[in-house]
């Protein structure tokens, strides 16, 4: 709450005509009356905060109508800053990042939060061996868009404020972010609720999209 107080003072003195919205505020819906808001997630990954694990992160967006046209993500434990502007490439402590080209679902890396691990026990085409469980989906993804880890997904509710800012850093090192349907994710909606998300270079999340479906249907 701390840190939302702290950035939204900030911001409306700074831009004072945008909209706002994150995590810890309730919806004003700010976001609906002016071009540009900002979107906040102060903590993401309490959990990891919580237990002293250094993989959360302050996660920020700024939205023009319905797509992220800045994103930037603060590891504070390890110090690294991501930032992305749109069509301006994305970059980690100012040094240009790309996501992995492994396109290969049996070599590749892939990184979920703990809670969800049993839900692939059902998935067969996976190597367990290559999971890493880790906190903060927009560390992860951010962790997709530096090349460290090659896919990251979830299959649990998320909000706006979770992936606004890690899909524009994906996306500007190259990499893909859909819902686990292979839909489009799109933001700013009326409830601002997005069922699951897979990230990856475009390839391996085509690849992975197909075989989640595949057993699904």
Known sequence: IEIDNFIKDFFKKKTPSFGWVSEETKDNKSRFESEMFWCLDPIDGTRSYISGKPEYTISLALIKKKEPILGLILNPETEELFVAKKQKGAFCNNKKIIVNKNTNISSSKFSISSSEMKRLEKYNFFNQKNFIEMGSI???????????????????NKNDWDLAASDLILREAGGSIKKISGEKIVYNSEKMLIESVIASNQKLCEKLCIKFNEHHS
Do not use: C, N, Q
């Not at 927009?138 to 649990?156: N, P, Q, R």
């Open 138 to 156: 927009a560390y992860k993804i951010a962790l997709v868009a530096k090349g460290e880890i090659d896919a990251a997904f979830s299959f649990t």
